[in-house]
């Protein structure tokens, strides 16, 4: 069982900057490609991004695409999504996800592991 711990979450204004982290615990993280995915009030939960076990490959939603980065390091079981240049519609809840294969997925099908969300809010 895969227990995902995010933080780094807060109220910034736009243009700004926040590094979101998912600490995983009870699992062996490289068997898990990671992605984050954020939920604004009224929406559907959205993919922004994922990476495979190596951090080699990633992808990324075209709304944060050059904004922000994912990465992971797997010394310390943790992923990262750095968020530059933050706008008022990135607000949400963000969760990260840990999926049933090693390779990255843009589906939220494929993640069997959830954290419990970090809330991000951006004002204008």
């Known amino acids: 069982q895969v227990q995902l711990l995010e933080s780094g979450g807060g109220l910034v204004q736009a243009g700004e900057s926040l590094r979101l982290s998912c600490a995983a615990s009870?699992?062996?993280?490289?068997?898990?490609?990671m992605g984050w995915f954020r939920q604004a009030p009224g929406k559907e939960r959205e993919f922004v991004a994922t990476i495979s076990w190596s951090g080699a490959t990633s992808h990324y939603a075209d709304s944060v695409k050059g904004r922000f980065t994912i990465y992971r390091d797997n010394a310390k079981n943790t992923a990262y999504l750095q968020m530059n240049s933050l706008k008022p519609e990135d607000t949400a809840v963000y969760y990260c996800a840990a999926a049933r294969t090693s390779q990255p997925s843009t589906a939220q099908a494929f993640y069997y592991y959830w954290g419990q969300g970090t809330q991000v809010t951006v004002s204008s």
């Open positions: 009870g699992g062996t993280f490289t068997s898990y490609g």
